[in-house]
């Protein structure tokens, strides 16, 4: 089996990190929608986001929900791509307390989470600092 019809949906964006850029007003959006927010436009292009960018804020989670329990302490962000799109994520394989408001970071593709031992694994993004 492939997956949930949910997973399959989101594989261009979570996998390739596609976006859609609209056709009348150029505003990009992740993950891609059907309608523009900014000129109500419905024809979008594709877009690959870029694979670098700054961190402009982030938070360390110390209490995580559960699936998340094993790896707290760890920091969530709001990276600023290269291209100028904001995109959150989970920043990685630093301390917490090494990170820093304007620190690059670029993203790589992870295994997020698994659905019990013997389930489908998903995988996404995450950023690690550039070094």
Known sequence: MIGS????????????YQAARCSGCGKVFFPPRVVC????????????????????????IHIAPSGFTDEAPYAVGVI??????????????CKPEELAVGARVRREFRKVTEDGPSGVIHYGYKFVPES
């Open 5 to 16: 019809a949910r997973s399959w949906r989101e594989k261009p964006q979570r996998y390739r």
């Open 37 to 60: 927010d900014k000129c109500r436009g419905r024809s979008f292009e594709t877009q690959v986001l870029a694979g670098s960018g700054v961190i402009e804020t982030y938070t360390v």
């Open 80 to 93: 600023r791509l290269d291209d100028g799109v904001r995109i959150t994520g989970q920043i990685v394989d």
